[in-house]
């Protein structure tokens, strides 16, 4: 049994302890935040044995193999950097960081110490989206030729909104974008040869609504839009030559319709599991079990060439962070 460290205390966690009773191969050991008071808390609040009152505690702690970063994305690197350090493996919250220098530095970081590291692409894991890709690779829809996925919800601009907040890597992009681009490259795979974006902006220069057009060496292509302000239905539809998939609620799905020209739509049915987090956490245990330094599901290849993307469409985007460095 893994014994799981939870960095942070942010609402992240709320949804993610409420699957981990259904983990087979993780165990929460600990949780960390700066104020030992809210890490107390914490613990009281979902039945954590052990609360400590800085992130250096954690690092230190003997009782804890994997850590969870669950802070804000800005924190990713320095935290995960930490905590590889010391010698703990890293299951880091998506996006793994703010852009592709970070993400390699991460890289790096853990290849040095010898721990694993995965990114928390939590969706990858679920059920229906592991049979997509199995009806995908199985020939089901023929050839793959174009993808196409939504993740956007009607909201308000708010600049006191963290996702808005510039300085805290804020923006459709990086707080939704990335579920249907990891969702495309698991398809398509992680080397799309060209990448365009096209971006609206909110007032303070956050990205409000952002869309990208993706081709493939293959011929194939992708379009995926993400956005704060605009309703949408939070599909991706895989279409190939013989027919196509659609994927309803793709980043935390429980259905794959089938369809084929002139057949019988079929259904595959998946239990809901509140959000399914715990997926990814046996998933990270079971790699660390087996001595693996990063995952085949989730390779840091992938993680690096997500990270290079959407680097490189906040560059065609004007859209810089206060934490950015050149890249």
Not at 37 to 46: L, M, V
Not at 196 to 220: C, E, I, V, W
């Amino acid at each position: 049994m893994i014994r799981l460290g939870i960095l942070g205390t942010g609402r992240i966690v709320d949804r993610v302890m409420v699957d981990m009773p259904n983990a087979k191969e993780i165990t929460v050991a600990a949780i960390a935040s700066r104020s030992a008071d809210r890490a107390r808390a914490a613990a009281e609040k979902f039945g954590i044995p052990r609360s400590y009152g800085s992130y250096e505690e954690l690092a230190e702690s003997a009782e804890v193999d994997l850590v969870y970063i669950a802070t804000p994305h800005p924190c990713h690197i320095d935290n995960a950097v930490m905590m590889m350090r010391h010698g703990k493996h890293v299951l880091c919250e998506k996006p793994i960081a703010v852009n592709s220098a970070e993400t390699a530095a991460m890289i790096s970081c853990a290849k040095e110490n010898g721990v694993f590291l995965m990114e928390a692409m939590w969706s990858r894991f679920m059920p229906a989206n592991i049979k997509a890709k199995e009806l995908a690779d199985s020939g089901a829809i023929g050839t793959l030729r174009h993808l196409s996925g939504n993740f956007s919800y009607p909201g308000r601009y708010d600049v006191n909104d963290r996702v808005y907040a510039l300085d805290m890597a804020g923006g459709a992009l990086l707080d939704l974008g990335i579920y249907p681009l990891m969702e495309i490259m698991m398809f398509l795979g992680p080397d799309p040869e060209k990448v365009t974006a096209y971006t609206q902006k909110a007032p303070n220069g956050a990205d409000m609504r952002t869309s990208a057009q993706m081709l493939y060496p293959s011929g194939a292509t992708a379009q995926f839009f993400c956005g704060m302000d605009a309703a949408a239905e939070q599909t991706m539809n895989v279409y190939g030559s013989e027919g196509w998939l659609e994927i309803p609620d793709f980043w935390h799905a429980t259905r794959v319709i089938l369809h084929r020209s002139g057949e019988k739509e079929q259904v595959f049915e998946f239990a809901p599991e509140n959000e399914g987090h715990h997926y990814e956490f046996d998933h990270a245990a079971r790699c660390i079990t087996e001595g693996l330094k990063e995952s085949p599901a989730v390779p840091l290849a992938e993680s690096l060439a997500a990270a290079k993307i959407c680097t490189a469409m906040r560059r065609e985007m004007d859209l810089v962070y206060p934490m950015d460095i050149p890249v």
